[in-house]
Every structure is written in structure tokens, then in C-alpha cells.
């Protein structure tokens, strides 16, 4: 929980005004809520090989179905991955079959 320097609960509506000037300063041109860095750590965290139980506690959700279907959006880079692992194992299982079928011969 963070706080005021009194010790008093942060007023949203300041909260967001210090991130709007923030974004501004850092130059960042469309509107980006204060909200979007948590579905951005769960995206990069992904991305990264975090298991979805790992990103779960990260972002502190109870429900895994609710945080994987809404947080962690799939990046191209994971999808091409997971895209070159899938022709990996294929590439290895045409090698095999070819190599068994001259051993057969």
C-alpha cells in the first residue's frame, strides 16, 4: 500500500495525474492508463518463459483462467517461437522416419 508523506491513502484522481505528467514528459503519444503496466508486465513476463502460475502470483490473481485470459496477451515473438519449436520437432520426426526407412532397405 503506499501512502502520502502523512501517512494518508493516495487520491486516485492525484495518482493519475502524476502518471499523465510522467507519460508526457517520457514523451509516450497515445493515452496509456497506469492500469496497462500490468497487463504489460504479464505480456513481458510471457514472453520471457514465466510459467502461467509464476505470472499469476506476480500479478496476484486468484482465478488463473481470469489472468491468463486477460493479462498476458500472446506477443509475435512468442508466437513465432513457439511456431519454430513446432517445426523443431517435426523436422526431428521426418529425420527419424527417413533414417529408419534406408536402415529397413
Known sequence: MFTTGRGTALEPRNVNRSWDALCERAKIGRPTRLHDLRHACGSFLFA???DIKTIQGVLRHTRQATMSD???HLLEEVKRGAADSMDGVLSGLTT???KQGKEAS
Do not use: C, K, N, S
Open 96 to 98: 527419424r522416419r527417413t
Open 48 to 50: 520471457e518463459g514465466a
Open 70 to 72: 486477460i493479462y498476458v
